[in-house]
T-cell receptor, first 109, second 113 residues
Framework: EDKVVQSPLSLVVHEGDTVTLNCSYEVTNFRSLLWYKQEKKAPTFLFMLTSSGIEKKSGRLSSILDKKELFSILNITATQTGDSAVYLCAVYAEWKIIFGKGTRLHILP | DTAVSQTPKYLVTQMGNDKSIKCEQNLGHDTMYWYKQDSKKFLKIMFSYNNKELIINETVPNRFSPKSPDKAHLNLHINSLELGDSAVYFC????????????FGPGTRLTVT
């Protein structure tokens, strides 16, 4: 059965810390992996990854995909309280989109 | 200039009723989706349409029926509402099928009493 597993499920750190969020997957006909940030309302897009080993970067956030080991990580450096959110990983497989259960990140001031 | 809009934002109704949620996107996208997000924030796809054609139809009760009158609109009709239908329903759109980022609407919080 296709699945996307995120870890940890929740994480509490202090402002300024660096965090790494994990996403592993088992799907047939993998197409791409996407990361979203969800605060109080709708998820907002962060990254889309299709190729192994190529880091995508946006400010303090970065992500990389390993298609051999079937996982991706999302790194956030110098965290700020505004980074507090649920981070969702989603995988596109053929005719399917599967979301993980998310990692709830809380940044303490 | 809302990209993906949904109405209503909140919907409170009794068991057994029939209700509809509407979604519209002004991005010119070809593909639209309906997702259900439960109380634990687990997001699960329900349906996807591409150019008004149903392409993803996950295992959902047949009380849920999507309708796409044109590629800018995807409505969700729910018959005989049950307590377990209470959730937030998100509409989303993307440029095409497959590996494109999705733009989500603000969500409709459905509460069935």
């Amino acid at each position: 059965e296709d699945k996307v597993v995120q870890s940890p499920l929740s994480l509490v750190v202090h402002e300024g810390d660096t965090v790494t969020l994990n996403c592993s997957y088992e799907v047939t006909n993998f197409r791409s992996l996407l990361w979203y940030k969800q605060e109080k309302k709708a998820p907002t897009f962060l990254f889309m990854l299709t190729s192994s080993g190529i880091e995508k970067k946006s400010g303090r956030l970065s992500s990389i995909l390993d298609k051999k080991e079937l996982f991706s990580i999302l790194n956030i450096t110098a965290t700020q309280t505004g980074d507090s959110a649920v981070y969702l990983c989603a995988v596109y497989a053929e005719w399917k989109i599967i979301f993980g259960k998310g990692t709830r990140l809380h940044i303490l001031p | 200039d809302t990209a993906v809009s949904q109405t209503p934002k909140y919907l409170v109704t009794q068991m057994g009723n029939d209700k509809s949620i509407k979604c519209e996107q002004n991005l010119g996208h070809d593909t639209m989706y309906w997702y259900k997000q439960d109380s634990k924030k687990f997001l699960k796809i329900m349906f996807s349409y591409n150019n008004k054609e149903l392409i993803i139809n996950e295992t959902v009760p047949n009380r849920f029926s999507p309708k796409s009158p044109d590629k800018a609109h995807l409505n969700l009709h729910i018959n005989s509402l049950e307590l377990g239908d209470s959730a937030v329903y998100f509409c989303a759109s993307s440029q095409g099928i497959g590996s494109y980022e999705q733009y989500f609407g603000p969500g409709t919080r459905l509460t069935v009493t």
